[in-house]
T-cell receptor, first 113, second 114 residues
Framework: AQSVTQLGSHVSVSEGALVLLRCNYSSSVPPYLFWYVQYPNQGLQLLLKYTSAATLVKGINGFEAEFKKSETSFHLTKPSAHMSDAAEYFCAVSGRGSYIPTFGRGTSLIVHP | GAGVSQSPSNKVTEKGKDVELRCDPISGHTALYWYRQSLGQGLEFLIYFQGNSAPDKSGLPSDRFSAERTGGSVSTLTIQRTQQEDSAVYLC????????????FGSGTQLSVL
């Protein structure tokens, strides 16, 4: 069984501030973890993924996420928010042996000038 | 094609009518997924196809929902006797197969049941 919890349906930051989007997962087997982003009126696209190599994963547009097994977390961060980062962000988990990713409910990132 | 293509992009139908939603995956991708996206509900898994294996239908919400994939490529999701609660965005995704592979998503079909 696998599940994902994204804390906060909306996160609001000022331009230039740190972005932190939280994701906690549950998986009965070692997981693969993903962050996807959905820009307004666009389809979902992959930001980054963890597949058991380095625990700190770097993605596109300056985002990164750290896999912490002890905390069952995979939080997404970016040091400095840009207006163009405003979007819906989804965390997903796929347990090894399961080929069907389970998605969280999403977090809407709002960036204020 | 260059990406996952879904049609129609928008579909308005009356309660009780049947609808068909089409997905054309990336060429060579063996895995195909259907998800449903409702406001504030995230992505809800519906059905998964992998090559010639029997599909995983565990996410279909009722027997009014069915899907097929012909020739290992194009897929059609059919909803019979539509209800207002079926209104949502239906997303199709494809991948090279395997849990570690990323999904490539289409732009979705916005279904509105009046």
């Amino acid at each position: 069984a696998q599940s994902v919890t994204q804390l906060g349906s909306h996160v609001s930051v000022s331009e230039g501030a740190l972005v932190l989007l939280r994701c906690n997962y549950s998986s009965s087997v070692p997981p693969y973890l993903f962050w996807y982003v959905q820009y307004p009126n666009q389809g979902l696209q992959l930001l980054l993924k963890y597949t058991s190599a380095a625990t700190l994963v770097k993605g596109i547009n300056g985002f990164e996420a750290e896999f912490k097994k002890s905390e069952t977390s995979f939080h997404l961060t970016k040091p400095s928010a840009h207006m163009s980062d405003a979007a819906e962000y989804f965390c997903a988990v796929s347990g090894r042996g399961s080929y069907i990713p389970t998605f969280g409910r999403g977090t809407s990132l709002i960036v204020h000038p | 094609g260059a990406g996952v293509s879904q049609s129609p992009s928008n579909k308005v139908t009356e309660k009780g009518k049947d609808v068909e939603l089409r997905c054309d995956p990336i060429s060579g991708h063996t895995a195909l997924y259907w998800y449903r996206q409702s406001l504030g509900q995230g992505l809800e898994f519906l059905i998964y196809f992998q090559g010639n294996s029997a599909p995983d239908k565990s996410g279909l919400p009722s027997d009014r929902f069915s899907a097929e994939r012909t020739g290992g490529s194009v897929s059609t999701l059919t909803i019979q006797r539509t209800q207002q609660e079926d209104s949502a965005v239906y997303l199709c995704a494809s991948s090279r197969g395997g849990g570690r592979e990323k999904l490539f998503f289409g732009s979705g079909t916005q279904l509105s049941v009046l």
